[in-house]
């Protein structure tokens, strides 16, 4: 399977702000060290950003997003726009490494993977918030302490790449959960997909590649305790939706680990740098403590959400001539 001829990547847009973020994104995929199909770039209902990037990129496909505002609505579709057998999905603020499609392939041999994600470092616009934990890394989109490579539950969404046929077999992103118009930075909807395919396709799996990275840009207005702790009473909430869609046990079975084992070692870790003289020991230690209440109280706010939409989003997928 060459990435030319499998490889579709979509990446889904929505601000001016990142236009230099986006510009990048573009440049790391023509520069993988195997080229690929395609490009898309879903334009998430702003026609001006559309125009200029329409404009402005050449040998990619700009779209806006024909489904519901948000970040699931604008996945669905580049999905059902794609033309590859392999989805890979990149945001608009991060950026891939030369050989990470050339890595990713190498799991679709067997037929037994669904999809692959891979290291997501962080790119600080600014200086490292003193307090600003491993564990806790996730809250910026990045692989955080705690995952182990191998088969996983979910995917990481700043980089994935999907086997089309998952989607033509269970549907799409839920627009009900993840980014949308909202003030609160909402979840989970890679997760749900990823719950929903592991079932339809037992056997198979989702892999965390850690050899291959992706860098995720994390700015300024992430770096402050106040986004810290929305972020994780977001999580929370979005954990919440997602339970009610998914079987508990599936939506909450990685979680359990990192809560029992995870969080405690990182705040022994961090309690025990602060005695060796690191400062910044206390407040990572401390910003696990106040994360984990965070999200916990998001959860327990989230409780009454009630179904988020027990459905495969139904996605019409190009060449198909079919709703799916």
Not at 25 to 35: E, N
Not at 160 to 179: A, K, T, Y
Not at 304 to 314: D, N, P, Y
Request: charged share 20%.
């Amino acid at each position: 399977m060459s990435a030319r001829d499998s490889v579709s990547v979509i990446i889904c847009v929505h601000s001016e702000k990142r236009w230099d973020a986006i510009f990048e994104a573009v440049d790391s995929v023509r520069s993988q060290s195997c080229l690929v199909l395609e490009t898309l770039i879903v334009v998430d209902h702003n026609a001006e950003l559309e125009r200029r990037l329409g404009e402005s990129l050449r040998g990619v496909t700009v779209v806006p997003n024909n489904q519901d505002q948000g970040l699931s609505g604008a996945r669905n579709t580049g999905v059902a726009l794609a033309k590859g057998d392999l989805l890979l999905f990149l945001d608009d603020d991060a950026v891939l490494e030369p050989d990470w499609v050339r890595e990713a392939l190498k799991h679709f041999g067997s037929g037994k993977t669904l999809g692959v994600t891979s290291r997501i470092v962080p790119r600080w616009q600014g200086i490292r918030p003193f307090w600003f934990p491993d564990e806790f890394l996730w809250v910026v989109g990045c692989t955080y302490e705690g995952m182990r490579p191998g088969a996983v539950r979910n995917l990481i969404g700043a980089a994935m790449c999907v086997r089309r046929d998952v989607f033509s077999r269970v549907g799409g992103f839920n627009q009900r959960l993840g980014r949308g118009s909202g003030r609160l930075p909402m979840g989970c909807e890679e997760t749900e997909l990823c719950i929903r395919a592991g079932a339809a396709f037992p056997g198979s799996a989702f892999i965390f590649d850690a050899k291959p990275c992706a860098f995720h840009l994390v700015g300024n207005e992430r770096l402050t305790v106040g986004y810290f702790i929305r972020r994780c009473f977001a999580e929370g909430k979005s954990k919440a939706a997602l339970a009610a869609v998914a079987q508990p046990s599936a939506a909450l079975s990685t979680e359990r680990r990192y809560v029992t084992s995870v969080l405690p070692r990182g705040v022994l870790r961090g309690i025990s740098s602060f005695f060796r003289g690191d400062v910044g020991g206390f407040g990572r230690a401390s910003a696990i403590v106040v994360g984990f209440i965070a999200t916990l109280i998001g959860y327990v706010r989230g409780m009454g959400f009630g179904k988020a939409g027990r459905f495969a989003h139904q996605l019409a997928l190009r060449g198909s001539g079919e709703t799916r």
